[in-house]
Structure formats: structure tokens, C-alpha cells
């Protein structure tokens, strides 16, 4: 009770203008305080009128009225200042601007706690009570405070509208309901209300399903990120190793051929020298041969000279010819090595493009289209190649659609053929993002995806598409939907379609079978790594089953 009282006293000793406590207060004539700065401020703007007022009661003064301060309020308002009074709080008790007033209050209207959907009143806390206390009130619908209860109010008739038109899809009161909208299908606003409050709860669901799936998406896409930054950090290290060993290599490499060069350097310099002392040799004992026959050719006696010419002993065997035309030498060695350098750069430049192009190209999984104008914007034209069809299956539409028939089809032996059912792939491969559609008539048809080099032999467990580890396929028939692969069989829910969409994102393993319609249906999703181009492929197992890939464009 004591911080009631002074609560009250916090109230009775604010301004109306500010909301704070009294600043050298005036008091009007009409009865009415205010801080001295706060009314003059108020009255200057009325100036333009000359008629000034009072903003609590509006009386109106003429002259403009002159206030003095009020020396006993101001030392009151001091004096339960001292004893714990202070400014009032930012979050006060009176409605402002933006909040829905009191509509019982007369004065300065405080904020309402609650709006009646009954009464279409909003009541403060002091004037709620009765909603609260008395039995008349307990079937009142009490609702957050709103500043749209007019809203409720039929502008026609003035009535609270507590009706619905399904007809014109709008609330209505009870006289409209007689009125302008007689004879439509009208049902209770509460009515009305429950049944799209299911229909909210499903969106709810709907969104929440949706809020569950992104988000375990989201925990996908960050375990990929993980995964591609372990992959990223292991490649770097890798290659960082790769290339040391590869440097230390080319670095040991190096080291052999300047040994080899030098040892070879050595061999043919010793080699040169040898050659050279047996020249210098001759040279000497040519030289000495020729000063003794010189002195021989100058000998006047005949005699002397004959017998002395009869003892000259015979010159030396000469060395062999020396081949002096330009060489090559180690010439070649540089030709060699530049010849590896330019083919060590183009391995490099080769691996480089591969390596940019894919390998470090982290393809991140993009949305799965929605609607079927999405999935159209991958749809590729794709046609049946005879050279794989089975000798049963008779192809037309131009190799788009395939029939069982009962006569052998002259086709031409070739290793691609299929030999068991009557399976047939597509001419194309199937890489990156691409969408097709399949339209089948039969008694069970395969729809499917393979490697190139699946088996053609007639094996089924080897060679039909779903049986092996190089096929994937969806099973239809008109009761019932099954996934096959690797001999493993995936039951899939729904009814079958007679037009099955195939969604492949091939970078990012996802492979979808949708039941095609106004809306697209999931059947069955593959999530997995393809090592290869795919080929699209149609099974077929009874006389005059069809299957045909639909033109999309």
C-alpha cells in the first residue's frame, strides 16, 4: 500500500506534457500544474491564434494567461524528491502513440491490457476488473489489445460480424446475411475459422516438413564442406609431397647427368692428350729424320752418300688419321634433356587442364527443381540406338520409342546388341544436369540408367539393368513400383505413373524418378557417385509393351 501511495503521488506531481516529475511548476487558473517550460512551450505555438488552452480540460484563456511559479508545489515536489520520489519511468503506465489506449478512460487514457472481441472496447488494467469478476462478462472473448476492432463492425448496419460468406468470401453480420447476401452458402465466423485453422495447421506442417528437410539439407551441405575441405587439405599435402619427390627426382636426376658429363668430359680429354703426346712424338722423330737427310743430301762424295743412304734406317709406322671435322660433343645431351623438358611440360599441361576442369572444380549439389517448368529447363533430346537394341524390339517415332513385337528385326550383328529381354540404350551419353520423360504402355517396363559397358551377354544376372552394378532402374508395372540395383529391390510407395520423369545431376551422384502430373511426385531419389557417362535404357518383357521418350520442346 505504501508503494501505491507513492506511485500516486508520482502521478499526481507529473506533467502532463512530459510525463516527468514538475519542473518549476505553474499552476492555470483552471486548476491544472505543469512545468514552466513545457506549457509556455505550448502556449508559443498557439500564439498564431491567440486563444490559448489548457491541454488536460481545454479551456481556452484570452489575453495569454502569465504564470508565476508555484513556491509551495516546487517545494513539495523537492521534498519528495529527497524521500525516494523519482523521474518516472521510460516505460510509464499512459498510452502513447503507438499503443491502444483505454477507451473507458476519460483523461489521460492509459494503456489497455486487453481488447474485448464482444464489447470492441479495450480496457486498461483498472477497468478490465469487471471482465474479470463478473459473471456477466465470463462468456466475453478477451484478445491482445487491437487497434482493428472497428474492423468487426459491418459498415452497413453498424452490427458486429459474426458471419461468414463462403459465396463472396468475406464477413458478414446477421442483416447481411438477410440482406445482400441472402441465398448464399453462409456459415458461423467461428465455423469459418475452425476449418481454415486445419488448413493453417497443414501449412504449418507442410512448413515445418520443409524447415526439417532444408535444415538436414543444411547438415548435408556442412558435412560436405567438411569433406571437401578434409579432401582440399589432403590433396594440398598430398601434392606438396608429390611435387618434393618429384623435384627431389628431377634434382637427383640432374646431379647423375652433370657426373656423367664430367666422367665423359674426363675420358675424352684424356683421350685428346694421349693423341696428342703420340703426334708431338712424331712430330719430334719426323723433324730429326728430316735434319739427317737433309745433311745427307749435301754429302759431295758419291760414294759416301750411297753407303751411308743404304743405313738410314726406315721411318716409323705413322698414327693413325685423327678425325678433325667439327663434333657434336655434348651437344646432344642438351637436345636430350630439352627434349624431355618439352614433353615433361606437356604431361603437366595436360594433367593441369584435367586437374582445373574437374578435379578441384567442387561441384556443391545444386536445389532439385520444383515445378515441371523447372525440371524442362534440363530436358535433352535423346534417341534409342539400334546397334544396342535386342532383335525383338522394334524401334520408330525416329528411335524414340520402342514395341516388343513377335517377328526378329533384321538388325545387323554388332558386340553393342543386347541378347537378353528386350533392352536397348540411348545413342547419347548423359553427363551434368539433364532431365527426359518416358510415356509406357505394358505389362512392366524398366526404366533406366547404365555405364556403357554393361554386359550383353545373355546372362540376366549379368546383363538386365538393375541386376548389376553398373545399372539403375525403376520397375512399373500397374499395380506397383520397385527401385532395382545391384540385385538389391527398393519398394517404392504411390501408384505407378504412365509418364515417368527422370531427373540426373551427374556431378552430384543424385539421380530422381518423379510421377509426372500437374505437380511433380517424387517416386524414388539415388544418391551415389558415377564413375562414368550414363546411358538412358528401357526394358521391356511382353508382346506389344511399348515405351517411347517424350519430345519435350
Known sequence: MAQKGVQLDRETFSCSICLDLLKDPVTTSCGHSYCMDCIQSHWDVEDCK???SCPECRKTFTPRPVLLKSTMLSDLVEELKKTGLQAAPADHCYARAEDVACDICTERKLKALKSCLVCLVSYCDQHLHPHYNSSAFEKHKLVEPSKKLQENICSYHNEVMKMFCCTDQQLICYLCSVDEHKGHDTVSAAAERTERQKKLQ????????????????????????????????????????IFTELIRLLEKRSSDVKQQVRSQQKREESRVRELQEKLEQEITELKRKDAELEKLSHTEDHSQFLHNYSSLSPLSQSTSSIDLHPRRYFEDVTAALSEVRDELQEV????????????????????????????LKYSCEI?????????????????????????????????????????????????????????WRADLVYISVAYKDISRARRPEICDFGYNDKSWALYCDY????????????????????????????SAGSLSFYRVSETMTLLHRVQTTFTQPLYAGLMLHDLRDTAEFCKLN
Open 50 to 52: 491567440k486563444i490559448y
Open 479 to 506: 499395380n506397383s513400383v520397385k527401385f532395382w540395383h545391384n540385385k538389391v529391390q527398393t519398394l517404392v510407395s504411390g501408384p505407378p505413373s504412365s509418364r515417368i520423369g527422370v531427373y540426373l545431376d551427374h
Open 202 to 241: 497443414g501449412s504449418r506442417q507442410n512448413i515445418q516438413q520443409r524447415i526439417k528437410d532444408r535444415e538436414k539439407d543444411v547438415k548435408l551441405l556442412q558435412q560436405q564442406a567438411e569433406a571437401i575441405n578434409r579432401s582440399a587439405n589432403k590433396a594440398v599435402k598430398d601434392s606438396g609431397k
Open 383 to 439: 534417341t534409342l540406338d539400334p546397334n544396342t537394341a535386342h532383335t525383338r524390339l522394334l524401334l520408330s517415332e525416329g528411335n524414340r520409342k520402342a514395341t516388343i513385337t513377335l517377328d526378329q528385326q533384321s538388325y545387323p550383328s554388332h558386340p553393342d546388341r543386347f541378347t537378353e529381354w528386350g533392352q536397348v540404350l540411348t545413342r547419347e551419353s548423359l553427363t551434368g544436369r539433364c532431365y527426359w520423360e518416358v510415356k
Open 348 to 375: 603437366l599441361r595436360e594433367k593441369r587442364t584435367i586437374i582445373s576442369g574437374t578435379d578441384l572444380a567442387v561441384l556443391l549439389p545444386q536445389p532439385q527443381p520444383e515445378t515441371r517448368d523447372d525440371f
